[in-house]
C-alpha cells in the first residue's frame, strides 16, 4: 500500500505538538545498517538494523514463538472460498487464495519483467532498504540491478532497491477487473468497495519489484482498508514473507511499540523476530509464492520482507463499510496524533456513499412502486430494498457523527470554497497534520507563499490551512490571523442527510424513528 511516511509541507505554522522522527543517521546524515535474522542483535542509537532471511524456512519460522501461527491457505478452486472469504472478513483475520498461476487464463506473459519493463512507467519509485533512502530509477536500471544484487544482504553492502508504490500498468489493472479469474467481490471498486465513491484521482493500485532482504516496515494499510496483494511473477525462487495481526490486535500492537519506544503509524520499525514473541499478540506467518493472493485485514499490523530472488508483486485496496467506521472513530484519530496524511478522505466518502445510495434507493422504490402489484413485488427487490436501507442507515449515522464535528452556527457568516457541493471536487489538506478537509477549516491566505499556486490568483483553499482540531490544540499561522472557512454551503450537506433520511423513512420507518430532520434543528 502506498508509503505515506513523507513529511506534509510545513508553511509557517506555530507547531504544537511533536512531529515525526527522524530515523537514525550517523553524524554524515548516513543511515548505518547492521544485518539482524533472529533478533539478537541489539539496536544501536543511530542504526536502523537491516533485516536477512538468511536462514528461514516457513516450518521453523512458525515454531519460533508460541504465538506464531501460519496464516490460513484456500485454493482458488476450492468450492468453500467464498464462505471462508466471508469467514475471514469477518473474523478479521489474514487469508491467503492459492493456486491463480494455475489457472488457464492466468496471463503469464503480461506477468514478467521483461514485458514491464517495454510496456511500463518508464521510471520507477525505489527504497535503497540500507538507509531509507527514496529516489526515482529508470525501470530498466532498476530491473538491471534487482538482477545483479545477490539474495541475501551482508554488512558491507551500500544498496539493496526496493522498487515501492509504482503504479501498475493499466493492462494489469484491465485483466483484475475483466478475467473472471479473482473472485469479484476482492476486486477494485466492485459492490464491497466503497472506495467507488471517491473522485478518481484517489488511486490504490501498486506494484512492487524486489528482491531478497528488501522489506516494507512494519505498518496498517490507509484508513482501515482491507488489502490485496497478488505475487504475479518471480525469478530464481522469489518468495516474500508475511508477518500480520488480526484486526483487533492493532490497539495491543500499537501500545506494544510504545513500550519498545516505537510509533507504529510513522512505518519507521522494522520488528524483529524476537520483539514480535514478546508481543505476545497472534503473529500471523506466510510464505507468499506465485500465484498467492495474500488478504490483509482491515487495521492488521503487517511487515513484508522479500526472499531469495526477484518477487513481483501488485497490490490494491477495498473500503467496507466496517473499515469506513473504523477509520472515522479510530483510525483518523491516531493520523491526527501522528500526523500521517489521510489520502482516503474518509468523511467525504462517507458523504458521497450516502448521496449514492439515497439514490439507488430511491431507484428501487421506483421499481417497486413500478411493478403491477408492488405489494407482491419480487422478494430480490424487497430484500435489496432493506439491505441497501440498512447500509443508508448506518452510512446517516456516521454522517451526522462527521456533521457536529464541522458544524458552526456562524457557519452562514463565513466564506466558501464554492457555492455549490456538485461541482466540489477539492484537495485541501490540513497543512500541520495531514488531514482531509470534508467542510471547515482554518486560513490566512496572506503568509501563504503565492509561488504555490499555478493560477494567477489565490483562491480560497489555497492558503496556509488549519483543520478544526489542529486549530483548537493551538495550531495556526504565525501572523495569528486564520480565517474559519467551509468548503460548501453547510445547508447543502443538510439538505443530502434528509433526502437520505425521508428516503430510509419510506422504507423502513423503525429504524429511523428517533431521527429529525437537521434542516429544521440544526443544532
Ligand atoms: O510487499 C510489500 O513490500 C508490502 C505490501 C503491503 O504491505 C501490502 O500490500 O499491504
Not at 98 to 121: N, Y
Not at 139 to 161: G, V
Not at 445 to 469: F, K, N, Q, T, Y
Not at 487 to 497: A, Q
Request: proline fraction near 6%.
Amino acid at each position: 500500500m502506498p508509503d505515506i511516511t513523507a513529511p506534509n509541507s510545513q508553511l509557517e505554522l506555530l507547531p504544537n505538538a511533536t512531529r515525526s522522527p527522524i530515523l537514525g543517521t550517523d553524524t554524515s546524515g548516513r543511515h548505518t545498517s547492521t544485518i539482524v535474522n533472529d533478533g539478537t542483535t541489539t539496536k544501536h542509537l543511530l542504526t536502523k538494523a537491516l533485516i536477512t532471511t538468511k536462514g528461514w524456512t516457513f516450518t521453523e519460522l512458525v515454531k519460533k514463538a508460541p504465538n506464531f501461527r501460519p496464516v490460513d491457505r484456500v485454493h482458488f478452486e476450492d468450492p468453500t472460498l467464498t464462505q471462508t472469504i466471508r469467514m475471514h472478513e469477518d473474523s478479521g483475520n489474514p487469508l491467503i487464495i492459492e493456486g491463480f498461476h494455475e489457472h488457464e487464463s492466468w496471463p503469464a506473459d503480461l506477468f514478467t519483467l521483461d514485458w514491464l519493463r517495454e510496456h511500463g512507467k518508464q521510471g520507477a519509485s525505489v527504497r535503497n532498504v540500507h538507509n531509507w533512502a527514496d529516489f526515482d530509477l529508470p525501470l530498466s536500471e532498476l530491473i538491471h540491478k534487482l538482477r545483479a544484487t545477490p539474495r541475501y544482504a551482508s554488512e558491507h553492502e551500500t544498496e539493496r532497491l526496493y522498487g515501492k508504490d509504482a503504479e501498475c500498468p493499466h493492462e494489469w489493472a484491465s485483466w483484475l477487473s475483466t478475467s473472471g479469474v479473482l473472485p469479484s467481490d476482492l476486486l477494485p471498486h466492485r459492490t464491497n468497495d466503497y472506495l467507488k465513491y471517491l473522485p478518481n484521482d484517489v488511486q490504490t493500485l501498486m506494484c512492487y519489484l524486489g528482491v531478497g532482504d528488501t522489506f516494507t516496515p512494519f505498518h496498517k494499510d490507509l484508513c482501515a482498508s482491507s488489502g490485496q496483494n497478488l505475487m504475479c511473477y518471480t525469478e530464481n525462487g522469489g518468495s516474500s514473507f508475511w508477518f500480520m495481526t488480526e484486526s483487533s490486535a492493532a490497539p495491543g500492537m500499537a501500545e506494544f511499540f510504545h513500550k519498545i519506544n516505537e510509533e507504529l503509524d510513522f512505518e519507521t520499525h522494522v520488528v524483529t523476530l524476537r520483539e514480535l514473541g514478546q508481543s505476545r499478540l497472534n503473529i500471523y506467518i506466510a510464505e507468499q509464492q506465485l500465484g498467492d493472493l495474500v488478504l490483509v485485514p482491515p487495521r492488521s499490523c503487517h511487515q513484508v520482507i522479500n526472499n531469495g530472488g526477484i518477487t513481483m508483486k501488485t497490490s490494491w485496496s477495498r473500503m467496507t463499510l466496517r473499515g469506513l467506521t473504523n477509520s472515522l472513530y479510530h483510525e483518523l484519530p491516531v493520523y491526527h496524533r501522528v500526523c500521517r496524511p489521510e489520502t482516503y478522505k474518509v468523511k467525504l466518502n462517507i458523504y458521497r456513499a450516502l448521496h449514492r445510495q439515497t439514490q439507488r434507493l430511491q431507484e428501487l422504490r421506483e421499481q417497486q412502486t413500478g411493478s403491477p402489484h408492488p405489494d407482491r413485488s419480487s422478494s430480490t427487490i424487497n430484500s435489496s430494498l432493506e439491505g441497501v436501507a440498512h447500509e443508508l442507515h448506518h452510512l446517516l449515522e456516521l454522517l451526522d457523527d462527521v456533521l457536529g464535528e464541522e458544524y458552526s452556527p456562524k457557519h452562514q457568516d463565513m466564506p466558501h470554497v464554492s457555492q455549490s457541493d456538485t461541482s466540489l471536487q477539492n484537495n485541501i489538506t490540513c497543512d500541520f497534520c495531514g488531514a482531509d478537509i470534508f467542510q471547515s477549516f482554518f486560513e490566512c491566505i496572506s503568509c501563504a507563499p503565492h509561488s504555490l499556486v499555478v493560477h494567477e490568483e489565490m483562491r480560497i483553499g489555497d492558503g496556509i490551512v488549519v483543520c478544526p482540531l489542529c486549530y483548537v490544540e493551538g495550531r495556526g499561522c504565525n501572523c495569528g490571523t486564520m480565517n474559519p472557512t467551509q468548503c460548501r454551503p453547510f445547508g447543502d450537506l443538510l439538505r443530502s442527510r434528509d433526502e437520505a433520511l425521508r428516503t430510509i423513512r419510506a422504507v423502513c420507518p423503525d429504524i429511523v424513528k428517533d431521527f429529525q430532520s437537521l434542516l429544521k434543528h440544526p443544532r
